[in-house]
């Protein structure tokens, strides 16, 4: 796999999962960073020409570094689930094909410490590139699962006592009178299309973001992030209303 731009393979070089390291250009700045940790963790790195860069990221924004990396873990649901001491909080993720999207909601996932993330095989943004880059780093963090199919997966975790709280604009229950103290799966579907209708019916409840503005909803994204640290906030203190 290949990812790009310091911090994501900052992040990867943390984790030992760099194999090469390939910079172009003047290694001033946090580019001595990169090559500190590199020489540390005993990284072959390689001078290339900047077109070689501009290749291997695709165009990307890879600020002079490019790294070929070990794929991450792939864990799996009962992984997620058991590996915590308390109620798991998950992110379902389904259909999610914009990279930049991807990433972002790892990134999200990361800081507010989610037990792990469910991705399925097919109709899913690959993890590295433009994902890695937009991440800044926590894809190198973030347990991830992928599934084959994420209505049935859903039925696992009911199975494993985790509640499944898919995000839909039309739902009548506000997502921040959820209970986000048990164990939850928060899912999210595809940009524009939202859950898919099998999903959808799968999940034990449906909350919406309430909008008071002039649009009807919010990037994928950024909705992750609020249903997320609404969960954070619960954790920390009492729930807003059992569901």
């Not at 860069?53 to 058991?82: F, I, K, M, N, P």
């Not at 084959?148 to 975790?157: F, K, P």
Request: hydrophobic share 45%.
């Amino acid at each position: 796999m290949i990812i790009y731009g310091i911090n994501p393979v900052l992040e990867a070089l943390r984790t030992g999962r760099v194999r090469e390291l390939r910079i172009g250009g003047r290694a001033g700045g946090r580019m001595q960073e990169v090559l500190a940790v590199a020489d540390e963790r005993e990284v072959r790195v390689r001078r290339v020409p900047a077109e070689s860069l501009d290749r291997d990221a695709r165009g990307g924004a890879h600020q002079g570094v490019v790294a070929l990396v070990e794929g991450t873990r792939d864990y799996s649901v009962d992984e997620l689930v058991r590996g915590t001491a308390r109620p798991p909080l998950l992110v379902v993720l389904d259909g999610i094909e914009d990279p930049h999207n991807l990433g972002a909601i790892l990134r999200t996932a990361d800081a507010a410490g989610v037990d792990g993330v469910i991705v399925q095989s097919r109709r899913s943004a690959s993890l590295g590139g433009a994902a890695a880059k937009a991440s800044a780093g926590a894809v190198a963090h973030v347990r991830i699962a992928t599934v084959v199919n994420i209505a049935r997966t859903l039925d696992e975790l009911k199975q494993a006592g985790v509640w499944t709280v898919g995000l839909a604009g039309d739902a009548t229950t506000p997502y921040d009178r959820v209970d986000f103290t048990l164990p939850t799966a928060v899912v999210l579907g595809a940009e524009g299309a939202g859950l898919r209708r099998l999903v959808r019916e799968r999940c034990d409840l449906l909350a919406a973001i309430p909008m008071t503005g002039h649009v009807d909803s919010l990037n994928v994204s950024v909705a992750a992030g609020v249903t997320l640290f609404e969960a954070v906030r619960q954790r920390r203190g009492r729930p807003s209303v059992s569901a």
